[in-house]
């Protein structure tokens, strides 16, 4: 469940860059709860380093989810960009936690299911997403009008 970045003080930074436990061929199914980026952010890490399962969510984590990780993309490619350009990597060329084609792949992997609506994973388990209020979601009915709070 979930597939978040680590984010804050250069010691939580670089728990990102660390092998993962097990081998990631070897999930089955990963289940985003939301699209914030300590929830998110790592997958296409994951899905770079062989993850080929899906990815279940709602359709506005989906959503949300495909944004942010295509904005986490382009700052870690800005970040190993400006690395190089001022020298403060041990790392040369420096190299980013993952691209944009990391991030595009990984959208791919998002099989979206409705709230309530049951899935079977892989493992056996079951699968059914409920509203919880954590992130603010846009109003289907009125999605011009911005985000409504519930």
């Given amino acids: 469940m979930d597939c978040g970045l ?3 003080e250069r010691t939580w930074r670089r728990l990102n860059w660390q092998a993962l436990p097990v081998n990631p061929n070897s999930i089955s199914d990963v289940v ?3 699209a914030h980026l300590d929830h998110c952010g790592h997958l296409p890490a994951l899905v770079r380093e062989g993850f080929t399962g899906p990815t279940w969510c709602t359709q506005i984590t989906a959503a949300l989810a495909a944004i942010v990780l295509r904005d986490s ?3 870690q490619e800005e970040d190993a960009e400006n690395a190089r350009l001022w020298g403060f990597s ?3 060329p420096p190299r980013p ?3 944009a084609a990391d991030a595009e792949k990984a959208i791919t992997s998002f099989r979206p299911l409705d709230y309530h609506q ?3 994973l892989q ?3 079951y699968l059914s ?3 919880a209020g954590h992130i603010l979601r846009p109003d289907h009915d009125r999605c011009r009008h911005g985000p409504v709070l519930r």
């Fill in 118 to 120: 049951r899935c079977a």
């Fill in 6 to 8: 680590y984010q804050g």
């Fill in 129 to 131: 997403f409920s509203r």
């Fill in 73 to 75: 993309a382009y700052l």
């Fill in 97 to 99: 936690l993952y691209n």
């Fill in 123 to 125: 493992s056996g388990a």
């Fill in 32 to 34: 985003l709860t939301h």
């Fill in 90 to 92: 041990k790392h040369d």
